[in-house]
């Protein structure tokens, strides 16, 4: 499984970021899959965002679900993720899958900056 985030790598404060992330390798309606954003600002630790499972399901960070979208093209087999933010970070598209055991496969990260 291959996962690959797209999107702008700079976005104006209050301006609502949009990310892709799109798998290949294997169907985003997979049962027992869940699919994550997660970001880390500069010097700061992982913070997860949301997902949404293999059924459609979102799920979303407490602090930050008045914030947050994420949704998904199971044509195009891709996931995203709609956050209004000032923070700059790197982000994060995971895959959390059950077979047995869990196994998470992550994206390389891309990095969105805040300026105006």
């Known amino acids: 499984v291959r996962l690959q985030e797209s999107g702008p790598g700079l976005v104006k404060p209050s301006q609502t970021l949009s990310l892709t992330c799109t798998v290949s390798g294997g169907s985003i309606t997979t049962s027992y899959a869940y699919w994550s954003w997660i970001r880390q600002p500069p010097g700061k630790g992982l913070e997860w965002l949301g997902g949404i499972g293999y059924s459609g399901d979102t799920y979303y960070s407490p602090s930050l679900k008045s914030r947050t979208s994420i949704s998904r093209d199971t044509s195009n087999n891709q996931f995203s993720l709609q956050l209004r933010s000032d923070d700059a970070a790197v982000y994060y598209c995971?895959?959390?899958?059950?077979?047995?055991?869990?196994?998470?496969?992550w994206g390389q990260g891309t990095l969105v900056t805040v300026s105006s």
């Open positions: 995971t895959k959390l899958v059950y077979g047995g055991s869990w196994t998470d496969y």
